[in-house]
């Protein structure tokens, strides 16, 4: 019923960027949040940023001052843009979406991940 389409991913050299983007697609009555997750070898998945469709944002400890999240809403789609890239960001990139189906549903969705590479 609803899909995330995830693109952006790729190799990067230290200090480079990179932009993430995620749409959802499908049958759904709003969209109350997206944001993007990664997990890297061996670690946790932890959240990197969220946006709540009024534009309310989180952010990773890790990644502020350097990542920023954005929605187009009329498109339903979330963007990561990720500055001075480390090392350390080298992990699978996974969008989230928190869907309202109908008024009175709401589910979580998971893209498939993409992976991001920052070579030392």
């Known amino acids: 019923q609803v899909q995330l389409m995830e693109s952006g991913g790729g190799l990067v050299q230290p200090g480079g960027s990179l932009r993430l983007s995620c749409a959802a697609s499908?049958?759904?009555?709003?969209?109350?949040?997206m944001g993007w997750y990664r997990q890297a070898p061996g670690k946790e998945r932890e959240l990197v940023a969220d946006?709540?469709?009024?534009?309310?944002?989180n952010y990773a400890d890790s990644v502020k001052g350097r990542f920023t999240i954005s929605r187009d809403n009329a498109k339903n789609t979330v963007h990561l843009q990720m500055n001075s890239l480390k090392p350390e960001d080298t992990a699978v990139y996974y969008c989230?979406?928190?869907?309202?189906?109908?008024?009175?549903?709401?589910?979580?969705?998971w893209g498939q991940g993409t992976q991001v590479t920052v070579s030392s």
């Open positions: 946006i709540s469709s009024g534009g309310s944002t």
């Open positions: 499908g049958s759904f009555f709003s969209i109350v949040a």
């Open positions: 989230n979406a928190k869907i309202r189906i109908t008024y009175f549903n709401t589910n979580d969705y």
